[in-house]
C-alpha cells in the first residue's frame, strides 16, 4: 500500500479530515505526533501499518544478525568467558519467539506494541548478559561495550524498529532504567561512576527519542502532502469528469441546433420547390453510400475519412438551398425552361452558395462544418467535361463532395415523378448515369455507382414519395 492508496477522497473527506488538516497545517508541532482530524488520523495508521510491519519483521532479523555477530567478537576475544553463551541461549530465542510471534493475528493487530515489547524484553536479558560477563572479567556493561549496546538499543527502538514514537518512547525508557539498574548493580558504591555514566545514557537517550520524534514528523508531513496532493489529483479528476460531461452536453446542443438549422431551411427551400422532402433524403443517403463505397479508393481516400462521410450527409440537403431565390413562374413552371429562364435557374448554385457565405461574413468567421455546404451548393451542376454551371469547372477541379452530389441528385431526378414527366424506371436510369461517365460525371465515382445500384434502389424505395 502506498500513500496515494490511502482511502481519502476530496469529497467524502471535504468536510472532515481534509479540511481539518487545512485548518491546522496538516500536522500540529505536538509533541504527541497526531493529526487534528481523527479520521485522517487513522489514515495514516492504515498507512504506517502496511509499510512498517514488514519492515519491523526485518528489523528484528537483523538484531538477531547483530546479536550473533557480538558473540563471536566475544568469543574471540574472551574465549574464557561462558556468559558470552548466554547471548545464544537467551537473547537469540527471546527475537526468534518475536519473529515467529509476529506472524499472528493478535500480533498484526498490535504489532508495535508487541515489537517494542520484545526489544524491552530482549534489552534486559542483554544487560544481563552483559553483568555476567563483567563478572567472569570480560568486557561487559561496565565497559565501553555497555554504552554501545545502550545506545544501539535506543536508536534500534526508536528509528531501527520503525514503530511509532508514542511506542518507541514507553519501550525508550523501560530501556534506559534497566540499564540505570544494571549500572547499579555493576558499580556497587561507587556514585560518581554511576552518575558518570547515567548522564552520558540520558543525553544518548534523549538523542535517540529527538531522532525518533524528527523521523515521525518527516513521516508525517510527507503523508500529509502527498494525501492533500492526491485529493486535488481526485478533485481535478471529478471537476474535468463533469467539465467533460458539461462540454459533451454542449456540444450536442451545438450539433442538435446545426441539425434543426439544416432542417429548417431544408425545409425552406422544399416549400417553393415542386421536389418533396424525400428528394433531400434520398439524395443524402445516395451520397452517402457513394461515399463510403469511395472510402478506400487512392483518390479519394484522404478526403473520406468517417467525420468527412457524415458532414456530406449532414449538409447535402442544403444543395438547392439557393431555389429559394428563383421566381415561383420559372422554379414551379409545369414544363420546359427556355433559354433565359434557364439562365436565371442556373442562379440557384451561386445564391446558395452566396448565402451561406453572407451568413459567415456577419459571424466575421469562417465555420468549418459550413464549407461543405458552400462546395455543394455552389458546384453541384459542374460537369466533368467542363461543360456545367456556373464556373465551367473541369475534372478534378470540381470538388468531391460536388461530383458526389451530380451523380445522386441526377439519379434521384431520373427517377423521380414531376409534374412535367413521369419516374423513369431504375435500369433506364443507371443507363444515362453510366453514359454520362468521363462526360457529366467522374469515372471513378460512376464506377463506384454500379458496383451499389441495388443500395440506390432499395433507398429509392424506402424513400419513396
Known sequence: MSVLDSPISWRAEERGTVDHAERSGALPLRPKLTFAGAEYELNFIRYYHAFYYRYAQASLVVGMV???????????AFQNASANTYRLQLCL???????????????????????????????CSLFWVLLEIDSQGGMGLSSWVGILNFVFLEFYCFVILGVQF???????????????????????????????WSYHVVTAFILAAGIGWWREFLLRKDFSAQTALTAAKD???????????????RTRKILDTQDVTIEILASLAETRDN???????????????????????????????????????KYAPLHDIGKVGIPDSILLKPGKLDPDEFKIMQTHT?????????????????????ACAKEIALFHHEKWDGSGYPNGLEGHAIPISARLMAVADVYDALTSSRVYKDAMPHDQAIAIVVEGRGRHFDPDIVDAFIQITDQFKDIAVRYAD
Open 66 to 76: 547483530l546479536i550473533f555477530g557480538d558473540f563471536l567478537v566475544d568469543h574471540l
Open 93 to 123: 530465542p527471546i527475537l526468534g519467539i518475536g519473529i515467529a510471534y509476529s506472524f499472528t493475528s493478535t500480533a498484526k493487530r498490535h504489532w508495535q506494541f508487541v515489537m517494542c515489547a520484545f526489544i524491552a524484553v530482549v534489552a
Open 166 to 196: 508514542r511506542y518507541a518512547l514507553p519501550a525508550g525508557l523501560i530501556i534506559l532504567l534497566m540499564f540505570e539498574c544494571a549500572l547499579l548493580l555493576a558499580s556497587g558504591k561507587d556514585l560518581s561512576t554511576l552518575f558518570y
Open 235 to 249: 478533485f481535478l479528476k471529478n471537476q474535468n469528469g463533469l467539465l467533460e460531461i458539461e462540454v459533451e452536453k
Open 275 to 313: 421536389e418533396t422532402g424525400n428528394h433531400i433524403r434520398r439524395t443524402q443517403h445516395y451520397v452517402r453510400a457513394l461515399a463510403r463505397q469511395l472510402q478506400f479508393h487512392p483518390s479519394f481516400a484522404d478526403y473520406l475519412v468517417d467525420h468527412q462521410i457524415d458532414t456530406l450527409f
Open 350 to 370: 451561386t445564391l446558395g452558395h452566396n448565402a451561406i457565405e453572407n451568413a459567415e461574413k456577419r459571424l466575421g468567421t469562417k465555420i468549418e462544418f459550413l
